[in-house]
């Protein structure tokens, strides 16, 4: 038997040879957290560079606006603000100043001196400027701006538009400067419009012949040496030679009914016959009726004419529609169309009907206060305009636009989730 002595740990025997190994150490990280810690160091550089420099912030935000928000506006001159189109229907082109190209027309279009516009055969387009002037440009018409411009010291505009070819509405609000003006041209002449007016402006490119019809208000026509004036419903006929005509005009008629933003609800309105009605114009002996799903008639689904003040149309689809009336003479003088007057055509729900109770109004000024209450999630419109703030248990309170003098006719129409309707009306009689 062999004994051996405890191996001391100084001088342990070597041990084998080990090949080398290499551990790797991980730990599982969402995606959430790479963004927590993204959004973190964000925000850390955006607090220290705000603080360092307090004024980067909003220079920053105010590059990336104007990069952002209309990246083709060119700049304008101080004096100078742009217009902009409000409405447009069908084939609507402008060429800028300094372009070569006709381009299609958006609201982003701003428009300057010297642009031009152009509409189709389908197309119209309604043009307000910086100081609420405003131009709507009928079908088949060229316009070009020839002025916008803004007084640095009265703040007074003056804004001009010259007709090519078509024709063009202009109508004039109560400017907050005296020294403002408006303008509209064709050919040689131009008629300067007063505040709070309207006028109807025709250049015919075969006969070279322009006329101006006010419709209310007053207006200066000028060519050359030769000034008239013109009051509502006079017209001033500008021929090639030979003196300015001026000559009294055939009113349009006031609409009666259906009332302006009025809802019309039926089981099926296809086959429903709608009654129209408009007050008698003197020396009148017919009538034209347009009825159209566009403010400014490009699609027109109905165009008739009648001997009565009133007809009965059927045949039109749930939706929006406008119309307007014009009256003819026995010369065949035919006035301008009325103030366009606006329904909807609503299909009465099949469902259960829906709640709806008009609880009160009252009177502030001119405006009414309508309060009722319906189903929880119910839509309301009260006269043509939805109900904004309905509450969860169906109260709700709705303020109307200021109301003329006078008997007015509320109507409030409701619809549910089940697809019900419902309709209350209320008077108002708003005094002197």
Do not use: C
């Not at 963004?35 to 955006?46: E, H, M, Q, T």
């Not at 349009?252 to 408009?278: G, K, M």
Request: charged share 20%; no cysteine.
């Amino acid at each position: 038997m062999t004994t051996q002595a405890p191996i001391d740990p100084k001088h342990a025997a070597p041990t084998p040879h080990k090949t080398p190994r290499v551990e790797v150490y991980w730990t599982a990280v969402t995606y959430k957290t790479v963004a927590l810690y993204v959004v973190l160091l964000a925000a850390i550089i955006g607090a220290v560079l705000y603080l360092s420099m307090p004024n980067w912030y909003q220079v920053a935000i105010n590059k990336l606006d104007k990069a952002v928000g209309n990246p083709s506006t060119e700049p304008v001159s101080s004096g100078q603000k742009q217009a902009r189109f409000v409405n447009l229907d069908g084939k609507v082109q402008v060429k800028k100043v300094n372009s070569v190209q006709w381009v299609d027309a958006d609201f982003r279009t701003s428009l300057d001196k010297g642009d031009r516009v152009q509409t189709g055969p389908d197309g119209a387009a309604r043009i307000t400027f910086a100081d609420g002037t405003t131009y709507t440009v009928k079908s088949d018409t060229m316009v070009t701006v020839e002025e916008n411009s803004m007084s640095g010291e009265n703040r007074s505009t003056s804004v001009a538009v010259r007709i090519q070819t078509g024709s063009v509405d202009l109508y004039t609000p109560n400017w907050s400067s005296a020294g403002s003006k408006a303008a509209v041209s064709v050919e040689d002449a131009t008629a300067q419009l007063h505040p709070n007016s309207r006028a109807a402006v025709k250049a015919d490119p075969d006969t070279k012949q322009g006329e101006i019809v006010v419709a209310s208000g007053a207006a200066e026509v000028q060519r050359g040496g030769e000034k008239i004036e013109l009051t509502q419903w006079q017209k001033a006929t500008i021929p090639v030679t030979g003196a300015i005509q001026r000559t009294e005009v055939l009113a349009p008629p006031d609409l009666s009914e259906p009332l302006n933003l009025a809802p019309i609800i039926t089981e099926d309105p296809r086959s429903t016959s709608l009654h129209f009605e408009w007050k008698p114009v003197d020396n009148a002996i017919s009538y034209t009726l347009r009825i159209s799903t566009t403010a400014m008639f490009t699609k027109m689904v109905k165009e008739t004419k009648v001997t009565g003040t009133s007809a009965d149309i059927s045949g039109l689809e749930a939706g929006d529609y406008f119309w307007d009336v014009a009256a003819t003479d026995a010369k065949k003088e035919t006035s301008e169309f009325s103030e366009t007057f606006k329904f909807t055509l609503v299909a009465q729900g099949k469902a259960q009907d829906m709640l709806l109770a008009i609880d009160g109004t009252q009177l502030h000024g001119r405006v009414a206060e309508i309060v009722g209450h319906t189903e929880p999630g119910a839509a309301l419109i009260v006269n043509g305009q939805a109900v904004p703030n309905i509450s969860p248990d169906g109260t709700f309170r709705f303020f109307t636009q200021p109301l003329d003098p006078g008997q007015h006719t509320i109507t409030v129409v409701g619809s549910n989730r089940r697809g019900g309707t419902a309709q209350q009306k209320v008077s108002i009689v708003v005094p002197k």
